[in-house]
C-alpha cells in the first residue's frame, strides 16, 4: 500500500505526530460559542495550545449570507505559523472551523468556502440545546450515524488532502450504540474524532465518563480526542477554584485514563488561558497580552469584559483582586476605561506581539 506523503494528508495529522515524539497528549481549545474568537485564540496559540478551534456556525447560514460569514469568522495570517516552545524547538498550530449541519451540500460548501483559511472543518454531533435538537444538528446526528458519513464524504470530496474532516459527539447511555455509531462514521474517512464524555442530557456539573471514552479508544482507529473538566496540565492536590467539580483530572491524568492522542478544554482554558503553559492560574502577562490582541483584532466589548473577568477571578497571590476591586474592573463601561483599570492596576506592559514568539 502507498504512504501518503505530508501534503497528501492533512497538516493537523502532523501535530498528532509531533506531540507523540514529544510523549505527551496535543492540546486542544474546544469549540465555544461567543469566546474562542480570533483575540481569544491568539493568546491561547501563545501559550501552548496545538490546535483552536472556532465557535460553532451554521452551515446553512455561512453558505447563504456573507454577512453570517463576516460576522461568525475572523481570522490572522499568525493565527496559524508556528511558536517556538521555552526548548527553543519549532511548535505547529491548527486551525479548525466547527460547523453545525443537518445537510450534506451545507456541511461541503461551508467546508469549502472557509478552506483557504483553515487546517480542517469538524462537525458538531455533540451539542445537546433543545433548539439545535429540534433542527436535527447537534446531538440529534448521534441517532443517524449514516447521515454523518455522508457529510463527512461529502466534505472530503470537496476539500484538499491536507484539510482534515473531523466530528465531536457525546456518547450514548448504551455504548454498543456509540460503537454502532462510531464503525459507521469511521468508514467515511474521518480524520479524527472527539469524543465528550457526557450523555445528551447530562450538565457540565455531571463528571465526565472517562473509562467510557477508554472503552471506546478500542473502537476508535484514527486519533482521538478526549473533553470534559480539564483545569491543569499537571496534578493539583485540590480544585483550583469554586468553579472545579471535585473530580477534576489534569491534562496527563484524563490522557493515561482514556489513552487519547490529545485533550480537549473549554471552561479551564477560560479561567486561565496559559494552562496548557504549565500555569496553575492566570498570569499578569496574559491579560496583558489578551487586551493588545483585542485592540488589534476587535470583538464587541462585553466579550473582552467577560474574558478578563474569567481570567482575574482565581489569580493567586499579591496580583489576585479582592471584592472591591473587581466590582471596578466589572464596572468599567468601555475597552478605554477597562485598559486604564489594568494600567493602574498592573501596567499594560510590552506583552503583545502578533507573531506570538516572544514576550519582547
Known amino acids: 500500500m502507498m504512504i501518503p506523503t505530508q501534503s497528501e494528508r492533512p497538516r493537523v495529522l502532523d501535530i498528532f505526530d509531533a506531540a507523540k515524539e514529544d510523549a505527551r ?4 481549545a474546544a469549540p465555544m460559542v461567543r469566546y474562542t474568537k480570533l ?17 460553532m456556525m451554521l452551515a446553512h447560514e455561512f453558505v447563504r449570507s456573507s454577512f453570517a460569514r463576516d460576522s461568525d469568522f475572523t481570522t490572522h495570517p499568525d493565527e ?7 526548548s527553543g524547538k519549532s511548535r505547529k498550530h491548527a486551525l479548525i472551523a466547527q460547523f453545525a449541519a443537518s445537510s450534506p451540500d451545507d456541511f461541503a460548501r461551508a467546508a469549502e468556502l472557509i478552506s483557504p483559511w483553515v487546517d480542517g472543518v469538524d462537525l458538531n454531533c455533540g451539542c445537546p440545546q433543545s433548539w439545535a435538537i429540534h433542527e436535527g444538528i447537534g446531538c440529534a446526528l448521534m441517532a443517524s450515524p449514516e447521515s454523518v458519513a455522508e ?9 484538499p488532502r491536507s484539510k482534515s474532516v473531523s ?20 468508514a467515511s474517512d474521518v480524520d479524527y474524532i472527539t469524543v465528550h464524555g ?6 457540565s456539573s455531571t463528571p465526565p465518563d472517562f473509562a467510557a471514552i477508554r472503552k471506546l479508544r478500542a473502537h476508535i482507529r484514527v ?10 496540565l499537571a496534578s493539583p492536590s485540590a480544585p483550583l477554584s469554586s468553579s472545579q467539580p471535585p473530580s477534576v483530572k489534569s491534562v496527563r491524568q484524563i490522557a493515561e485514563l482514556t489513552q487519547a492522542d490529545g485533550v480537549m478544554s473549554a471552561r479551564g482554558l477560560l479561567e486561565n488561558p496559559a494552562l496548557f503553559a504549565g500555569f496553575e492560574a492566570t498570569p499578569v502577562e496574559c491579560v496583558q497580552r489578551f487586551l493588545g490582541y483585542a485592540v488589534k483584532c476587535p470583538i464587541p466589548y462585553p466579550l473582552v469584559l467577560h474574558h478578563v473577568g474569567e481570567m482575574t477571578q482565581f489569580m493567586e497571590g499579591r496580583i489576585r483582586m479582592g471584592k472591591e476591586e473587581r466590582k471596578q474592573l466589572m464596572a468599567c463601561a468601555d475597552l478605554l476605561e477597562l485598559l ?3 494600567d493602574v492596576k498592573w501596567g499594560l506592559g510590552e506583552k503583545v506581539v502578533l507573531d506570538g514568539n516572544s514576550d519582547e
Open 167 to 186: 466530528v465531536k459527539i457525546r456518547i450514548h447511555p448504551d455504548l454498543n450504540e456509540t460503537i454502532r455509531w462510531l464503525e459507521i462514521v469511521q
Open 151 to 159: 457529510m463527512v464524504r461529502a466534505a472530503k470530496a470537496r476539500l
Open 25 to 28: 497528549p496535543v492540546y486542544i
Open 39 to 55: 483575540p481569544f485564540r491568539l493568546l491561547l496559540r501563545s501559550y501552548a495550545t496545538d490546535i483552536l478551534y472556532t465557535p
Open 340 to 342: 486604564d483599570f489594568v
Open 198 to 203: 457526557r450523555l445528551r442530557s447530562q450538565r
Open 80 to 86: 496559524r505559523l508556528p511558536t517556538m516552545s521555552p
Open 223 to 232: 486519533p482521538m480526542i478526549a473533553n470534559g473538566d480539564v483545569y491543569t
